[in-house]
């Protein structure tokens, strides 16, 4: 297929070849791996500046995503690529495949610089979702940053930068510009940009930003960075965000009024605690889905008015195509018992999906964020169960609302279980509020209701 950029994907290819360093924060279907594609491409083909190039991402981006953009566009007919992912064995043999880009996954960053044995002779690198090094802690930062040196240039994709707040910021910063703009140490980051937010004496659990923090920090930025959104640069569909609320009996209702206030539940064979706000909020998201984890591991179940509701929606489908989100192992299992239902793994699951050849399929937006391409499959995605992530909650609604979808509109149909958390997390998810202060004080709304 010919590749006919947009203004913006010209421009932004451009912003990658005449910087050495680079951060894309391109809104969800933008184009983000054909445009760095295509920057690439210049780079080995025209102006023979780079000779090797490694691509970063997370699994299935990794695996699929990639080299079907290659295939897909005839101007990148001559890039070569060799996808690292599978066994060790396989790993080491597509390393050692000619190619002039390896495109590997972000949990084999620290095996590829600490374990493979093999000179680290890259000198570009592409991070494709730059949030997965945003803990300056991990791993996989530690390993990246070992031989972040030797690179002579990197790019950093994303379309959700710091969702979670400015602090994640720093790390991911640091991992292209070596702590050349954001500084070297997270204290310093800090002592420039926060101040203590919750604390006990002397002990801070968290900060909130200076009120000038966030112009400081993309001020500093700003050289290397280039930000859009799609809804500046697309004619995007309509996007409809519906709520069908479902409601719970007293007696369903009084088993989790009962664990919202003595943080115990028990059933005549299971008992049901929670530690803490975190855990607190988790179980009550569990039983507003319709079953709950007790502490010995066995899934107790509550309702099945979310079953109910989904089977409501899945008639009204007719037919058409219907993705579904779910967050816990037992919505899956519930769900997959009541309906005939595939969920979406491998890349012959996106491939039929695509096809049209499921009728309903499900997603974890855990695995279903980063860069998957659904949008050709269908036009309205299911919130079975809801997360607090606002990263992942944009991803896995991006995989229908974004460029290429044919539907006028684009439906986002929320089960909502009434009275209950959910409606905490869906009020949180409006107000991008996300982090961890506001599920405290979403727990700390449900308890004193």
């Given amino acids: 297929m010919k590749f006919i950029p947009h203004d913006y994907q010209r421009y932004a290819a451009e ?9 894309l924060l391109l809104d969800m279907g933008l184009g983000k791996t054909s445009i760095t594609l295509t920057a690439i491409n210049d780079l080995l083909f025209d102006s023979f500046e780079i000779h090797k190039v490694l691509v970063v991402a997370p699994l299935r981006v990794a695996r699929d ?3 079907a953009e290659i ?19 396989e790993r080491l043999k597509a390393l050692c495949t000619p190619a002039d880009i390896y495109i590997i996954n972000r949990e084999n960053i620290q095996w590829l610089v600490e374990e ?3 000179t680290f002779d890259f000198d570009m690198a592409v991070i494709d979702e ?6 300056h802690q991990s791993k996989r930062f530690k390993a990246f940053m070992k031989v972040r040196p030797k690179l002579k240039r990197i790019v950093g994709l994303t379309g959700t930068p710091a969702s979670n707040g400015l602090m994640d910021l720093f790390a991911e910063f640091k991992l292209l510009d070596m702590g050349e703009r954001l500084g070297r140490l997270i204290g310093q980051y800090r ?3 926060f101040q203590p937010d919750k604390r006990n004496g002397m002990v801070v659990y968290s900060y909130k930003p200076l009120p000038d923090a966030e112009q400081r920090i993309y001020d500093k930025i700003s050289d290397i960075t280039i930000s859009m959104k799609a809804t500046d640069h697309l004619k995007m569909p309509e996007l409809i965000s519906a709520e069908y609320m479902v409601q719970l009996s007293e007696n369903e209702k009084e088993k989790y009024d009962r664990l919202k206030k003595d943080l115990i539940f028990s059933t005549e064979d299971n008992e049901v605690t929670a530690a803490n706000a975190a855990s607190l909020s988790n179980k009550l998201s569990q039983m507003a889905n319709g079953a709950v984890y007790s502490d010995d591991g066995e899934t107790v179940h509550i309702h099945d008015r979310k079953l109910d509701a989904l089977e409501d929606i899945i008639e009204s489908m007719n037919g058409r195509p219907l993705l579904v989100a779910y967050w816990f192992k037992h919505d899956l299992e519930r769900i997959k018992k009541r309906f005939e239902i595939r969920e ?10 695509n096809s049209g050849k499921i009728p309903v399929a499900l997603i974890h937006p855990a695995s279903a964020g980063h860069g998957l391409n659904l949008q050709s499959g269908g036009s309205t995605l299911v919130w079975f169960g809801l997360t607090w992530s606002l990263e992942l909650y944009q991803q896995t609604n991006a995989r229908l609302w974004r460029q290429g979808q044919t539907a006028d509109t684009v439906v986002i149909q929320h089960i909502i279980a009434k009275s209950t958390i959910d409606e905490q997390i869906m009020k949180a998810l409006k107000t991008k509020d996300t982090t961890q202060a506001a599920l405290i004080t979403a727990v700390k709304a449900e308890v004193h209701k």
């Fill in 65 to 67: 995503t990639w080299s």
């Fill in 130 to 135: 730059l949030s997965s090094f945003k803990n």
């Fill in 116 to 118: 493979s044995g093999l």
């Fill in 344 to 353: 979406i793994k491998s890349s012959e699951d996106i491939s039929d999906w």
């Fill in 71 to 89: 295939e897909k566009w005839e101007h990148l007919k001559n890039l070569q690529y060799s996808v690292v992912v599978g066994p060790a064995q």
């Fill in 15 to 23: 912003f990658i070849i005449t910087h050495p360093i680079s951060a």
């Fill in 191 to 193: 002592n420039a940009y």
